[in-house]
């Protein structure tokens, strides 16, 4: 593994599971090689908000995983590099809702030790805007069709994609300094969207569109156009 050959290693690690299936170290690598393994796709919500965490090889075998590495979260439930595997393996196995669990798990758990694994921001501090916006993505499409759960699931993922949006343009080439989310989500704000908040910016707009909200939408979407006229998605 060290070498990079995740090929023999995952044979190896098969062997190991089928040696010793209680073994926590063993475990979590065996299910960390069969993410691995996993082919990387886009995850796209029921309204076309775009998620850019990792979907997988298909339901069954990333529900197989998914049950791989819950045992692993559940005997270290601070381990956040198998809590976010975790997240992505119930993600690509379409468990919308035990995946917005274990990534808002990872974000306790980054925010009550500093994380220093996978999906913390670039900047080196706080949240990743990738974690952010996988967050608001799963909070829309688990807040529709429950009574009162739409209006409540869309109010939360804004808040999170306002999040991600100051995130992003934190991790951004750009020298923006202190940054305040709503100031960028704010009209003008948004007509100078920096390139990389660009696809969260996006998403918040679909978000507009999604609760039907046409005029907040089309002026969204227009902001962007301002923004980057070559921005084919509007």
Request: hydrophobic fraction near 40%; proline fraction near 3%; aromatic fraction near 4%.
């Amino acid at each position: 593994l060290a070498r990079g050959d995740t090929k023999n290693a995952f044979q190896y690690a098969e062997r190991a599971h089928r040696a010793y299936p209680n073994s926590v170290p063993v475990l979590r690598i065996y299910g960390h090689l069969r993410r691995a393994q996993d082919s990387a796709a886009v995850a796209t919500g029921s309204g076309g908000l775009v998620s850019v965490g990792k979907s997988g090889a298909g339901g069954g075998r990333d529900a197989e995983t998914a049950l791989v590495l819950k045992r692993v979260v559940e005997a270290d439930p601070m381990d956040l590099e198998a809590r976010l595997e975790h997240g992505d393996a119930l993600l690509g196995a379409g468990d919308y809702t035990g995946a917005l669990t274990a990534y808002e798990t990872a974000i306790k758990i980054i925010e009550k030790t500093g994380g220093g694994g996978r999906l913390v921001s670039k900047t080196g501090s706080g949240l990743s805007a990738a974690l952010l916006n996988n967050c608001a993505v799963l909070r829309a499409m688990t807040g529709k069709g429950k009574a009162g759960g739409s209006r409540v699931g869309y109010g939360r993922a804004r808040e999170m994609f306002v999040r991600a949006l100051e995130a992003a343009v934190k991790e951004g080439d750009e020298d923006g300094g202190d940054v305040d989310g709503a100031v960028l989500d704010a009209p003008d704000g948004r007509k100078s969207t920096p390139r990389s908040a660009l696809p969260v910016a996006f998403n918040l707009a679909r978000l507009a569109e999604e609760r039907g909200d046409t005029a907040d939408a089309d002026a969204r979407f227009g902001d962007l156009l301002e923004a980057a006229p070559d921005m084919a998605e509007c």
